[in-house]
């Protein structure tokens, strides 16, 4: 399975993002994803899932209302467009099958710093 994020960078709060992950190795389309961050000193923490089909989100407390999770299955790729950004929302996102708890099938991972 691979995973490739893309799409984070430096904005200001207030600001958006999108982010992108495109999958190969996988039914893409038959497994559900997810997006988790990492804030420096920080563990893994959940920030949207969604299903296989996509007929289903969830999203953790903090981002609810601000973020969004879409995916497109005929492109194997997982979006997570980002509004309203906050410092708190710096941290290293990844996108991960959500075939394991641990959510340890995931990329790379993509900066996301949000300053001013």
């Known amino acids: 399975v691979q995973l490739v994020e893309s799409g984070g960078g430096l904005v200001q709060p207030g600001g958006s993002l999108t982010l992108s992950c495109v999958a190969s190795g996988v039914e893409f389309d038959l497994v559900g994803m997810a997006w988790v961050r990492q804030a420096p000193g920080k563990g893994l923490e959940r920030v949207s899932r969604i299903t296989a089909r996509g007929s289903t989100t969830q999203y953790a407390d903090s981002v609810k209302g601000r973020f969004t999770i879409s995916r497109d299955n005929a492109k194997n790729t997982l979006y997570l467009q980002m509004n309203n950004l906050t410092v708190e929302d710096t941290a290293v996102y990844y996108c991960?099958?959500?075939?394991?708890?641990?959510?340890?099938?995931r990329g790379q991972g993509t900066q996301v710093t949000v300053s001013s």
């Open positions: 991960a099958t959500a075939t394991y708890s641990d959510y340890r099938q």
